[in-house]
């Protein structure tokens, strides 16, 4: 149980178009998604946090009109790229918390994006 | 702010040898440790967990001891493999049960 999707797993965009990523509970009601972004060995940083039905909170130094984030329900958040530049090339991971489990995350398996 | 540090890596090993990644950890409260392990090209995976102080988290011959003393939750395994080549990340989550903090990770290779 505890499986987290995300879609695509990679992505390839020419500057300035914009890119969805979807992130899915598949067996499980997520209260609460995380979005993380890893740059080249390094570790992963968090972007945003969304609970199902308000805004997403964002982290300092995080764009919120760059990097959209929506968790339209208690199994889809996605996260919207908008004209995207080559330095937003990088692995987007999402996790998911259950209400049921106080304190542990599932991930994605993340999404290779990569901006030319 | 609450945070964690572990070892630099690249840790290289051969096979059968015994690993130890060290993990310390600054944080208000009492907060669940955590280990993940990241294999080449794929997202993270829970390793193991302690959500209190004296707590063994264990999985797949991994062990690490969430030692409140001395704010450590060091990861070992007395005979790793070649599969056990991955990045692996210490993480903590505050009492809150927010968002995870995690360390820069350390890099494991394993000969044969």
């Known amino acids: 149980g505890a499986v987290v999707s995300q879609h695509p797993s990679r992505v390839i965009c020419k500057s300035g178009t914009s890119v969805k990523i979807e992130c899915r509970s598949l067996d499980f009601q997520a209260t609460t998604m995380f979005w993380y972004r890893q740059f080249p060995k390094q570790s992963l940083m968090l972007m945003a946090t969304?609970?199902?039905?308000?805004?997403?909170?964002?982290e300092q130094g995080v764009e919120k009109d760059k990097f959209l984030i929506n968790h339209a329900s208690l199994t889809l958040s996605t996260l919207t790229v908008t004209s995207a530049h080559p330095e937003d090339s990088s692995f987007y991971i999402c996790?998911?918390?259950?209400?049921?489990?106080?304190?542990?995350?599932?991930f994605g398996p993340g999404t290779r994006l990569t901006v030319l | 702010g609450d945070s964690v540090t572990q070892m630099e890596g690249p840790v290289t090993l051969s096979e059968e040898a015994f690993l130890t990644i060290n993990c310390t950890y600054t944080?208000?409260?009492?907060?669940?440790l955590f280990w993940y392990v990241q294999y080449p090209g794929e997202g993270l995976q829970l390793l193991l967990k302690?959500?209190?102080?004296?707590d063994k988290g264990s999985n797949k011959g991994f062990e690490a001891t969430y030692r409140k003393e001395t704010t450590s939750f060091h990861l070992e395994k007395g005979s790793v493999q070649v599969s056990d080549s991955a990045v692996y990340f210490c993480?903590?989550?505050?009492?809150?049960?927010?968002?995870?903090?995690f360390g820069k990770g350390t890099t494991l290779s394993v000969s044969s």
């Open positions: 944080a208000t409260g009492y907060p669940s």
């Open positions: 969304s609970n199902e039905g308000s805004k997403a909170t964002y």
């Open positions: 996790s998911a918390k259950e209400r049921q489990t106080y304190n542990e995350q599932f």
């Open positions: 302690a959500t209190k102080a004296d």
């Open positions: 993480a903590l989550s505050d009492s809150w049960g927010t968002a995870l903090i």
